[in-house]
């Protein structure tokens, strides 16, 4: 059974503080890996994928992957308070056209 | 481009009602997909379809049906709804196409309540 676990959180950062989101999964032969917002009642909106081990940046976003220790983690600059939702991890292997979605981590902000 | 737009945004049934949910995609994807989300259980995958004219069962395809009308619309079938599918539905579509890049992008969602 493919996993990706999340901590459902929440978590309360104060406005302009970093916010560290992380996910591990359990199949190794994952390759892709998707970060997703989902404000309450919209539906879940892509802001990052990462492919290779390391860092990948996109404004105040940073997508951190660890094949090896297989996590991948996300991380947001200078919080604000429109930042407060539901962040949605996804991993993908090749050869499936699925992705396996964690059940989320609250952000909270806070002014 | 409209993206990927679902109809209707809300609907209430009684149970053993049928309706279809329909789906549709401007962006040339090859991947379709239907997803439910319950508070707590995050998203499932009902049923997807890869490419036109194929379509596979998800983690939760019990009591649905789908059809992959063209390369743009998927439509998800409720044949005699049930209280257990009062849930949000989402339509999501992808490229797909080397299975590596599979960046998916959802539709708005329906929010149905079976009564």
């Known amino acids: 059974q493919k996993e990706v676990e999340q901590n459902s959180g929440p978590l309360s950062v104060p406005e302009g503080a970093i916010a560290s989101l992380n996910c591990t999964y359990s199949?190794?032969?994952?390759?892709?890996f998707f970060w997703y917002r989902q404000y309450s009642g919209k539906s879940p909106e892509l802001i990052m994928s990462?492919?290779?081990?390391g860092d990948k940046e996109d404004g105040r976003f940073t997508a951190q992957l660890n094949k090896a220790s297989q996590y991948v983690s996300l991380l947001i600059r200078d919080s604000q308070p429109s930042d407060s939702a539901t962040y949605l991890c996804?991993?993908?292997?090749?050869?499936?056209?699925?992705?396996?979605f964690g059940k989320g981590t609250m952000l909270l902000v806070s002014p | 481009n409209a993206g990927v737009t679902q109809t209707p945004k809300f609907q209430v049934l009684k149970t053993g009602q049928s309706m279809t949910l329909q789906c549709a995609q401007d962006?040339?994807?090859?991947?379709m997909y239907w997803y439910r989300q319950d508070p707590g259980m995050g998203l499932r995958l009902i049923y997807y379809?890869?490419?036109?004219?194929?379509?596979d069962k998800g983690e939760v395809p019990n009591g649905y049906n789908v059809s992959r009308l063209n390369k743009r619309e998927f439509s998800l079938r409720l044949e005699s709804a049930a209280p257990s599918q009062t849930s949000v539905y989402f339509c999501?579509?992808?490229?797909?196409?080397?299975?590596?890049?599979?960046?998916?992008?959802f539709g708005p969602g329906t929010r149905l309540t079976v009564l």
């Open positions: 999501a579509s992808s490229t797909a196409t080397s299975n590596y890049y599979n960046e998916q992008f």
């Open positions: 199949d190794r032969g994952s390759q892709s």
């Open positions: 990462i492919y290779s081990n």
């Open positions: 996804a991993v993908s292997r090749p050869g499936y056209s699925t992705l396996t």
């Open positions: 962006m040339n994807h090859n991947s």
């Open positions: 379809s890869a490419s036109e004219g194929t379509t």
